[in-house]
C-alpha cells in the first residue's frame, strides 16, 4: 500500500482531463486545501529538473484559464485548462510560453463555442474575465 492510499484527498477538487485521468487541483483560495494538496504531491516524490512554484504570482494572460494541478495517478504536477480540460506540462519546468497556442486550438475554440450561458457566468465569475472569452471566440472564427 502506498502513501498516497493512506492520504485522505476526498476534500480536493478532481477534475477529469481531456485524456481521460483524474487530476487534482490546487486551490490557490484555500490554505487547507493547499497543504492537503502539497502533502499528496510530496508523497507521490515526483522527481522535477526544478522544484514547482505553486504559489509564484501568475502575470501571463493565458493563467485566467489554467489552474495548477497534479496527475493522481503519476504525480506529474500539470496546469489544467478550464476550458477544454487539456493539461500541459507545468510552467516551472519550462516556462510560460507554451501556455498560449492551445487556447487557439480548434478543439479548445469548438469547447469554448459550446460552453452554456450557466459555464460562462461560472467561468467569467471566477477567473477567465469575459473580454479573454470574446477575444478567444473572435480568433476562432
Known amino acids: 500500500m502506498s502513501d498516497t ?3 485522505n484527498t ?3 477538487e478532481v477534475i477529469i482531463s481531456s485524456k481521460n485521468e483524474r487530476v ?3 486551490d490557490l483560495s484555500n490554505l487547507t486545501l493547499q497543504i492537503i494538496f ?3 504531491w510530496a508523497s507521490m516524490n515526483v522527481g522535477s529538473k ?3 512554484a505553486w504559489n509564484n504570482s501568475r502575470h501571463a494572460p493565458s493563467w485566467r484559464f489554467y489552474l495548477h494541478c497534479g496527475i493522481e495517478e503519476t504525480g506529474s504536477p500539470g496546469i489544467i485548462c478550464v476550458v477544454c480540460h487539456q493539461v500541459l506540462r507545468h510552467p516551472s ?3 510560460t510560453s507554451s501556455m498560449g497556442k492551445p487556447l487557439l486550438a480548434t478543439a479548445h ?3 469554448l463555442n459550446e460552453l452554456t450561458e450557466s459555464e460562462v457566468t461560472e ?3 471566477s477567473m477567465v474575465d469575459e473580454t479573454a472569452l470574446a477575444i478567444l471566440k473572435r480568433l476562432g472564427s
Request: hydrophobic letters at 40%.
Open 5 to 7: 492510499q493512506s492520504l
Open 10 to 12: 476526498s476534500s480536493l
Open 24 to 26: 487534482f487541483i490546487r
Open 38 to 40: 502539497d502533502a499528496w
Open 50 to 52: 526544478r522544484p514547482i
Open 93 to 95: 519546468e519550462h516556462g
Open 109 to 111: 475554440i469548438a469547447t
Open 123 to 125: 467561468l467569467t465569475s
